[in-house]
């Protein structure tokens, strides 16, 4: 009897002692890996977008929605090649071995790589930037699509905490420097986004467009967010559009999905991100 209390107060001490550590980023649940080393992965699995001529040329960080890159990514990318920007689109599930249905099942559905692992993703696309001598490391944006813009605003509690990311080590001395800005598509802000109740690091305007109705990315939830973090400091606008859907620039949803491609709605979408790039990184 007295053994088996004492095994079962040493078992509610090392739980008391596990969650606790969880609980303050010291154990993640998920690999973790030096910034360096998760930046060589990733690297073999980043499209990048390159403008004519040698630089160097602003970058920007282009992060794809729970379904993988589906195209929105490479648009974007072209469109930032285009206009003297060079454009790093790393591809989250392929470097996870994920595939398309699979992250329907899982990712999508919040079950699997949710938005602080995602984050230590984007620290390594910034290092992959910063470490391409083509870049202007000064000026560098992020841009993210539902998921990615989920992590995008997750990443932002991280660094106004000084902690790293759950698939990092260590976060980065001045891990968000030379980023100018960044510009969110719908970005999913229910539980549990971190920002809903942790605050953003300043001096990092962020954009968004957000979609009326919006079934999979509440835009209400979002809004409130963003009041929140304005009333707390940051530099935070947004759009509503209405009569559009959640991924209305991805021309290839599943049968049944409900969400609708809008070719026209594209175009401003096309001409938004441009704006802000010329606003953000070329002015």
């Not at 009326?212 to 209400?220: A, L, M, Q």
Request: glycine fraction near 10%; aromatic fraction near 8%.
């Amino acid at each position: 009897m007295i053994a088996a209390l004492v095994l079962i107060v040493l078992a509610a001490a090392l739980a008391t002692l596990y969650f606790g550590a969880r609980a303050r980023g010291l154990v993640s649940g998920m690999p973790q890996f030096r910034l360096v080393t998760l930046a060589a992965r990733l690297r073999r699995h980043t499209d990048i977008y390159r403008p004519d001529g040698d630089g160097p040329f602003p970058a920007v960080i282009l992060l794809h929605g729970c379904g993988g890159p589906r195209g929105v990514t490479e648009r974007y990318g072209r469109i930032a090649a285009a206009n003297g920007v060079i454009a790093y689109a790393p591809d989250s599930l392929a470097l996870r071995g994920i595939d398309y249905e699979t992250a329907i099942r899982s990712v999508c559905t919040g079950a699997r790589l949710r938005a602080p692992e995602r984050a230590g993703d984007l620290l390594a696309a910034l290092e992959i930037a910063r470490r391409d001598p083509r870049v202007d490391k000064r000026r560098i944006a992020i841009a993210g699509w539902s998921h990615g813009a989920w992590t995008v605003l997750d990443l932002l509690t991280f660094v106004a905490e000084g902690k790293a990311p759950p698939s990092l080590y260590h976060l980065p001395h001045r891990a968000l420097r030379g980023v100018k800005a960044a510009l969110v598509f719908y970005p999913y802000s229910g539980f549990p986004a971190r920002s809903r109740i942790r605050s953003w690091t300043k001096g990092i305007p962020v954009d968004a467009i957000l979609v009326e109705g919006d079934t999979v990315c509440d835009e209400k939830q979002t809004i409130a967010v963003f009041e929140r973090q304005r009333a707390e400091g940051a530099e935070v606008g947004w759009q509503v559009w209405t009569g559009v859907t959640h991924g209305f620039d991805e021309d290839n949803h599943l049968p049944g999905s409900g969400l609708v491609f809008d070719p026209e709605k594209v175009k401003a979408a096309e001409a938004a991100f441009t704006d802000f790039l010329k606003r953000r990184l070329l002015a």
